[in-house]
């Protein structure tokens, strides 16, 4: 049970933590530092956090930060806070950066995925490093400064703007789900591209276009593009599925809210879901499962990535080689998806 500390008493200091777990202040030091690995037991590690805790122990970072020379501040860009996804990366980083007592301050850019102005006098002074999700380096220049540590999250990996990425295998997923249709029968596709300029978008396209490329000669492949929001996407799918021409049987959406557009497109013309029309989408968001049938789509560790994020600028901090690899993505097999009509 964690002591509680009446009013006016003295908060407990390293001293009373190594008291208390019969160790030495140094050994504090290197367990809540988490400096431990290889020279302090797990055990001894597990004994010192646990009695850190009963006694409420909060170390001193403005004391800590002065030894230092560094804020513990890390600032996590994003294109946007209404995409459920960013809170996600979000959620995962601040967890990571938790345990090593850093902060995360989250910046919507407002330019989205274009440049992104620095919200401080100045990032240098105000931050340790920065992390970006789905941004181009070249928009991050207004923040981080000449020496300020980038990490890209889903981002081209050939950009040499970055200390470190950490990307999703996006090219994976749209693999999984073309493999999926293909295998379903379909061979009449809609391509409900997203508009937005980023190099995650691109990458789906153009696996996308391998996968139901020259090995497939019977397939056909329409590509619209679209806002990435719910009324655009209903919108363009509308005009797509009225077109002259055989209609297509399955729509790859690049994102959950396509997907969403692209379903109440076909309820408005009159076409049932899957029975009519397949829709595929990407993220897995929470609104797919809130959509009935219920969305096909491939689910992105969000969390996982902005945890990645985080482990590869403490890496960068410290002068470590950050964790290599692509992170996998999953496809989920849901109502959306069925074998194409039989009849035209």
């Given amino acids: 049970m964690k002591a509680t500390e009446p009013p006016g008493a003295a908060r407990p200091t390293s001293r009373d933590v190594a008291r208390a777990a019969g160790v030495s202040q140094a050994t504090v030091s290197l367990v809540l530092g988490d400096k431990w690995r290889g020279r302090v037991s797990e055990r001894t590690a597990d004994l010192v956090r646990r009695t850190a805790g009963d006694l409420g122990y909060r170390p001193n970072l403005a004391a800590r ?13 994003v294109p946007a806070l209404t995409n459920e996804f960013f809170a996600r990366v979000y959620s995962g980083a601040a967890t990571v950066a938790a345990r090593h007592d850093f902060g995360v301050v989250l910046y919507p850019s407002p330019e989205g995925t274009g440049p992104a102005r620095d919200p401080f006098a100045s990032a240098r002074a105000a931050l340790d490093g920065v992390i970006a999700s789905s941004m181009a380096a070249d928009a991050l220049t207004g923040i981080r400064g000449t020496d300020l540590p980038l990490v890209m999250l889903d981002s081209d990996p050939a950009d040499p703007g ?38 995650t978008f691109h990458v789906r396209a153009r696996a996308l ?16 593009t679209t806002p ?10 509308e005009r797509a599925l009225t077109a002259p021409g055989p209609r297509p049987t399955a729509l790859i959406c690049d994102d959950d809210l396509l997907a969403a557009g692209a379903c109440k497109a076909a309820r408005r013309l009159g076409l049932r879901v899957p029975e009519d029309l397949s829709v595929t989408g990407f993220d897995d968001l929470a609104l797919a ?19 990645r994020g985080m482990e590869a600028l403490l890496a ?6 950050a964790t290599p690899g692509d992170l996998p993505v999953t496809l989920m097999v849901r109502g959306s998806t069925a074998p194409p009509p039989t009849r035209p």
Avoid: K, Y
Wanted: with cysteine; hydrophobic share 45%; aromatic share 2%.
């Fill in 316 to 321: 960068v901090l410290e002068g470590r080689p």
């Fill in 162 to 199: 970055s200390a470190a990425q950490v990307n999703l295998d996006v090219a994976d997923g749209m693999r999984q789900i073309t493999d999926h249709l293909l295998t379903l029968g379909h061979r009449r596709f809609l391509h409900l591209a997203s508009a937005v300029p980023s190099w």
């Fill in 209 to 224: 276009a391998t996968c139901l490329g020259t090995s497939h000669p019977d397939v056909s492949v329409r590509t619209v």
């Fill in 289 to 307: 499962t809130a959509l009935e049938p219920e969305l096909t789509t491939v689910r992105l560790p969000a969390e996982r990535i902005g945890e």
């Fill in 65 to 77: 930060t002065l030894r230092l020379g560094r804020t513990r501040t890390a600032l996590l860009v």
């Fill in 228 to 237: 990435l929001d719910v009324p655009g996407a209903c919108a363009a799918a």
